[in-house]
Nanobody, 124 residues
Framework: QVQLVETGGGLVQAGNSLRLSCAASGRTFSSLAMGWFRQAPGKEREFVAAIGWSGGTTWYSDSVKGRFTISRDNAKTTMYLQMNSLSPEDTAVYYC?????????????????WGQGTQVTVSS
């Protein structure tokens, strides 16, 4: 079993930045490919970004490319999402997810474990 705990959410004004963290435990972190998803009110959960085992491979949705940066620190067993130039459209619950044994990309079904989510609210 893998436990994932997201932190760092909150209320921020448009144009500002926020950094989310996802702490993992229960399995060797470097064996997990990781991703971030988000779900806005009334909408389906959507892919945000993914990162490979060593951090050398990353993938972003078009809506966040150039504004968000996904990274990981295997020594700290933690993944991050640096979010810059935030807009109200980024308001959502953000979830981290982990995949064992494959690079899951943007497909939710490819992820094996999920965190409980952290709320990000961007005011205009």
């Amino acid at each position: 079993q893998v436990q994932l705990v997201e932190t760092g959410g909150g209320l921020v004004q448009a144009g500002n930045s926020l950094r989310l963290s996802c702490a993992a435990s229960g399995r060797t972190f470097s064996s997990l490919a990781m991703g971030w998803f988000r779900q806005a009110p009334g909408k389906e959960r959507e892919f945000v970004a993914a990162i490979g085992w060593s951090g050398g491979t990353t993938w972003y949705s078009d809506s966040v490319k150039g504004r968000f940066t996904i990274s990981r620190d295997n020594a700290k067993t933690t993944m991050y999402l640096q979010m810059n130039s935030l807009s109200p459209e980024d308001t959502a619950v953000y979830y981290c997810a982990a995949s064992v044994g494959r690079f899951p990309g943007r497909l939710q079904n490819n992820y094996d474990y999920w965190g409980q989510g952290t709320q990000v609210t961007v005011s205009s």
